[in-house]
């Protein structure tokens, strides 16, 4: 088992500008759920992925979307970055859905200047 | 609406010292999931319990326990003879079955002094 890896681990973004994230499921994982986590608060459920097909959404805008590939990878996009987007990206993945053993990787640090 | 609060924003002890963190949880649902996970420095979130609503058993592991009680909404968790290494943020969370989130709260920052 690898874990969930995700990438890149830091990141700085204009404000206006787009940004991917990535992130590579456990292996034998087929769902990937996306948090966002601002300083000091809990993560906030954004979306999660079901074999290649988005299974649930949370409460954000659609310039929040995402994909997940045949090989269980996923990517969170976010259009039109706007300085509270600055947070903790969190990839978690299970086994399958409604499998709440998930396993989070060590998310991705966005900071929209 | 489901809803998790951790009333305690920051806890310190020292060593050895043993530390309980509170949370109190809202749901209207008969079935839910309560979690805690535990957030080391490096970011990831370490999963450490799951309990079942009509599971109301309390639960040791090793030197963590955790007190679930529905009279009170409340599943609290403690840790007995505080480590350093049991230095994080912890998460209380809660879920429904079938559902595609986890609901977490705000997290209680743990400092344990050497």
């Known amino acids: 088992e690898t874990g969930v890896t995700q990438s890149p681990t830091h990141l700085i973004k204009t404000r206006g500008q787009q940004v991917t994230l990535r992130c590579s499921s456990q292996?034998?994982?087929?769902?990937v759920s996306w948090y966002q986590q601002a300083l000091g608060q809990g993560p906030q459920f954004i979306f999660q992925?079901?074999?290649?097909?988005?299974?649930g959404r949370g409460n954000f805008p659609p310039r929040f979307s995402g994909l997940q590939f045949p090989n269980y990878s996923s990517e969170l996009n976010v259009n039109a970055l706007e300085l509270d987007d600055s947070a903790l990206y969190l990839c978690?993945?299970?086994?399958?859905?409604?499998?709440?053993?998930?396993?989070f990787g060590s998310g991705t640090r966005l900071t929209v200047v | 609406a489901q809803k998790v609060t951790q009333a305690q924003t920051e806890i310190s002890v020292v060593e050895k010292e043993d530390v309980t963190l509170d949370c109190v949880y809202e749901?209207?649902?008969?079935?839910?999931?309560l979690f805690w996970y535990k957030q080391p420095p490096s970011g990831e979130l370490v999963f450490l319990i799951r309990?079942?609503?009509?599971?109301?058993q309390n639960e040791i592991s090793g030197r963590y326990s955790w007190n679930f009680q529905k009279s009170t909404s409340s599943f609290n968790f403690t840790i007995t003879a505080s480590q350093v290494v049991d230095s994080a943020v912890y998460f209380c969370a809660t879920s429904r079955p079938r559902d595609d989130k986890i609901i977490f709260g705000k997290g209680t920052r743990l400092h344990i002094l050497p």
């Open positions: 309990r079942n609503s009509f599971d109301e």
């Open positions: 292996s034998g994982h087929n769902t």
């Open positions: 749901t209207r649902d008969t079935t839910y999931y």
């Open positions: 978690a993945s299970s086994f399958f859905l409604g499998d709440y053993g998930y396993t």
């Open positions: 992925y079901y074999r290649e097909e988005e299974n």
